[in-house]
C-alpha cells in the first residue's frame, strides 16, 4: 500500500482562473470522493467516482468537475474560480467492497485572491 | 436532512485528563457513525465506528456508544496523551450512500 498521495500541497489562483488538483489513490481503490473542507468547517462531500464514472453528487456547482482514471489517479477541476473556493481539498479513496474503509490524503489547500 | 453536530473546541486538557467530546446526529435513515482524527500536516484518519444501535467503536483507548434514543456518539478516553493532540470529527454514513457527513470538527490539545 502506498496510501493516498495528492498534488499539489499549496495553490494560489486568481479569481476567474481555472485550477486542477490531482490524486493518486491506493492500488486496488476503484472508488474515490474529494471533499472541500473550509477553514474551521468540517469536510463537504463534492462527488464520487466508481470505475471512471460519477456515482454520486453534493451540493456543489457544475463548475465543480472530476475524471478518474484506470491507474487509479484522478482529478478535480474548478472552473471560474471564486473566493469562496478557498478551502483544503481532500481526496478519500476505498476498495468499494470496504464499505467504510476511506483513505483520505493530506489534501491540497488551495487560495483563490 | 443529514447532519452531526459536534460540540465546539477549542477542548485544552493536562495529561491523563478524561476527555469527551460530544457528538449528535440528525438522519433521515439508520446510520453508521464515525470518528475520524486529523493531525497537523495529515489527512483524515478513521479512529473508530460502529453500525448499529448499541454498538460501541473503541480503538487505541477511544471508545464511543451508538445511542439511538439520544441520537448521540460521544467520543471518551480516560487518560489523554500529549500525542492525542488534534482534530477530531464525528461522521455519518447512510447504508448504500456515497458519502460521509461530518461534524465542524474539535480540536484538542493535551499539555503536558
Known amino acids: 500500500e502506498t496510501g493516498v498521495t495528492q498534488s499539489p500541497t499549496h495553490l494560489i489562483k486568481t479569481r476567474g482562473q481555472q485550477v486542477t488538483l490531482r490524486c493518486s489513490s491506493q492500488?486496488?481503490?476503484?472508488?474515490v470522493s474529494w471533499y472541500q473542507q473550509a477553514l474551521g468547517q468540517g469536510p463537504q462531500f463534492i462527488f464520487q467516482?466508481?470505475?471512471?464514472?460519477?456515482?454520486g453528487r453534493g451540493n456543489f456547482p457544475p463548475r465543480f468537475s472530476g475524471l478518474q482514471f484506470p491507474n487509479y489517479s484522478s482529478e478535480l477541476n474548478v472552473n471560474a474560480l471564486e473566493l469562496d473556493d478557498s478551502a483544503l481539498y481532500l481526496c478519500a479513496s476505498r476498495d468499494q467492497g470496504a464499505q467504510y474503509g476511506y483513505t483520505f490524503g493530506s489534501g491540497t489547500r488551495l487560495t483563490v485572491v | 436532512g443529514n447532519s452531526v453536530t459536534q460540540m465546539e473546541g477549542p477542548v485544552t486538557l493536562s495529561e491523563e485528563a478524561f476527555l469527551t467530546i460530544n457528538c449528535t446526529y440528525t438522519a433521515t435513515g439508520y446510520p453508521s457513525l464515525f470518528w475520524y482524527v486529523q493531525y497537523p500536516g495529515e489527512g483524515l484518519q478513521l479512529l473508530l465506528k460502529a453500525t448499529k444501535a448499541d454498538d460501541k467503536g473503541s480503538n487505541k483507548g477511544f471508545e464511543a456508544t451508538y445511542r439511538k434514543e439520544t441520537t448521540s456518539f460521544h467520543l471518551e478516553k480516560g487518560s489523554v496523551q500529549v500525542s492525542d493532540s488534534a482534530v477530531y470529527f464525528c461522521a455519518l454514513s447512510l447504508t448504500g450512500a456515497n458519502n460521509l457527513f461530518f461534524g465542524t470538527g474539535t480540536r484538542l490539545t493535551v499539555i503536558p
Open positions: 467516482y466508481y470505475r471512471e464514472e460519477e456515482n
Open positions: 492500488s486496488g481503490h476503484n472508488t
